[in-house]
């Protein structure tokens, strides 16, 4: 009578319980042996779960069972051939013994050719699967504990941005990178597609694929960045440091809101400035955004309205009070027209004082060329590697050459966008442009128009921190 022998381990039980596959191939042997069957084949896998019977060994044997090559099946123990009791009835009932084949458990010492097997089959079956389950549960609890301790509960799913280092999630620069450019192109109300076409574009990749439209929401509505773990339906306070501050978070939420919301019932695009300095406003305190609000006072017994930026921590409401837990910022607010006013005269400052040019705080240049640098360099050492494995003959001609096409694609697409960011730091405001500007500014002032004095002050200004009363401006020279 031919036999299959099936053999399975995963890694996980042969370092813990010693379900080698050298140790259950010889014990099922010596039982063929004894019972003087003819071992048709052995058919082995190897560091597979359980869990299904998605395992290449297993449905190869099937294949066997159904083409009437063998007539038992013989495993070590019930386990060995599935954790699941569905899966195990299945296979005995309608594979197996379908098939005019019997299976035979060696631990058990049981066998389907006898009522008795048959019988305590679906007992056996019903304690693997309970066993299963609970190891099940069992992890489940681990990665909860895991989350409400703020820790990464694990898994294959690491958040775009974070590294799984040493049970913590640690930041990716290039990654961490990637994210702020799109929670920025967001902030420019950009849709997903166009952030998905920008990111494609630049030669930007996921973890292990092209960004898509549905990556760009995912990663958009991801609370990882602001510091949060997720573990089921529920969000916890994480350990991890954030990419994002809860201001932009949850400003983007709001655009995206509105965005599928087309246009609010005034029917102007909701994002469109109304203030001179609106977008270019932070907080020096909690790194929030400063935004438009109104308040009214009473005096003389008149009531009056007017505007001021305020801090949006401050003046949290609804979903951002809940996720700042509460916590308020005590800086300052300030009247739309005085900070305005401030602002209008450090710019004309620039122009009749040429000392005070050398006195003003500049932002930091963008150094995002730095990491794309470091990706390029990382990409030379794959396609180095791949020719060692070409060399040696452990990698065929035909996927060399694909990954060579995939490899220089992207490089072509991270040098193209590295030259973008040269280009524009070479194209960065001298002092003598921006004196040029700053020129024309008391007559655009003088005329009125809005559009053309934001666009002045999108020209020289990269944003304004607001500390207590102090107003501190980052020039874009």
């Known amino acids: 009578m031919n036999v299959g022998l099936y053999v399975r381990v995963s890694t996980a039980e042969q370092a813990k319980e010693g379900y080698s596959i050298g140790e259950q191939t010889a014990r099922l042997g010596k039982y063929a042996d004894a019972h003087d069957w003819t071992v048709y084949k052995t058919y082995t896998d190897g560091g597979y779960s359980g869990g299904d019977t998605n395992r290449p060994a297993l449905q190869q044997m099937i294949r066997d069972i159904k083409a009437g090559r063998i007539k038992k099946v013989v495993v070590y123990k019930l386990d060995r051939l599935s954790r699941s009791q569905k899966d195990t009835l299945e296979l005995i009932e309608d594979v197996f013994l379908a098939n005019?084949?019997?299976?035979?458990?060696?631990?058990?010492?049981?066998?389907?050719?006898?009522?008795?097997?048959?019988?305590?089959?679906?007992?056996?079956?019903?304690?693997a699967q309970l066993e299963r389950e609970q190891i099940k549960e069992r992890m489940g609890m681990g990665k909860l504990a895991r989350a409400k301790e703020g820790k990464w509960p694990g898994g294959k799913n690491v958040p775009f941005g974070y590294d799984y280092i040493d049970g913590e999630l640690k930041i990716n620069d290039y990654e961490a990178m990637i994210v702020r450019e799109i929670f920025k192109m967001a902030l420019e109300e950009k849709s997903s597609y166009t952030i998905e076409g920008e990111l494609n574009r630049k030669g930007y990749k996921t973890k292990n694929a092209s960004w898509g439209e549905t990556s760009v929401r995912r990663a958009l509505h991801n609370k990882a960045y602001i510091g949060q773990i997720k573990y089921g339906n529920e969000w916890y306070k994480g350990l991890q440091d954030p990419i994002i501050d809860y201001d932009t978070f949850f400003e983007v939420q709001e655009i995206m809101q509105k965005r599928s919301d087309h246009y609010n019932q005034s029917g102007r695009n909701p994002g469109k400035a109304t203030t001179y300095l609106g977008g270019f406003l932070y907080c020096g305190c909690c790194g929030a955004k400063y935004t438009k609000n109104m308040t009214c006072s009473t005096k003389g017994g008149k009531r009056y309205e007017y505007n001021f930026f305020g801090c949006n921590t401050r003046?949290?409401?609804?979903?951002?009070?809940?996720?700042?837990?509460?916590?308020?910022?005590?800086?300052?607010?300030?009247?739309?027209?005085?900070?305005?006013?401030?602002?209008?005269?450090?710019?004309?400052?620039?122009?009749?004082?040429?000392?005070?040019?050398?006195?003003?705080?500049?932002?930091?240049e963008n150094n995002n060329d730095i990491l794309i640098q470091e990706e390029i360099k990382k990409l030379d050492d794959q396609l180095s590697r791949f020719m060692d494995?070409?060399?040696?003959?452990?990698?065929?001609?035909?996927?060399?050459?694909?990954?060579?096409?995939?490899?220089?694609?992207?490089?072509?697409?991270?040098?193209?966008?590295?030259h973008e960011i040269e280009r524009e730091k070479e194209e960065r405001l001298t002092h003598d442009q921006v004196k040029q500007i700053v020129k024309q500014f008391p007559d655009v002032l003088e005329r009125g128009d809005f559009e053309e004095i934001r666009s002045i002050i999108g020209d020289i200004i990269d944003k304004i921190e607001l500390k207590n009363d102090d107003i501190i401006i980052y020039w874009r020279f």
């Open 389 to 418: 494995l070409y060399g040696i003959g452990q990698m065929p001609m035909d996927m060399l050459q694909k990954k060579i096409k995939d490899i220089d694609e992207q490089k072509i697409k991270l040098e193209a966008e590295l």
């Open 315 to 364: 003046h949290a409401r609804g979903h951002r009070k809940r996720l700042t837990n509460g916590k308020t910022c005590k800086n300052r607010n300030w009247r739309v027209d005085v900070l305005t006013n401030q602002v209008f005269d450090q710019i004309k400052q620039l122009a009749i004082d040429p000392d005070y040019m050398h006195e003003v705080k500049t932002e930091p």
């Open 100 to 127: 005019g084949v019997d299976f035979v458990s060696m631990n058990e010492n049981f066998d389907t050719s006898t009522p008795f097997g048959r019988a305590i089959i679906g007992i056996l079956a019903v304690f």
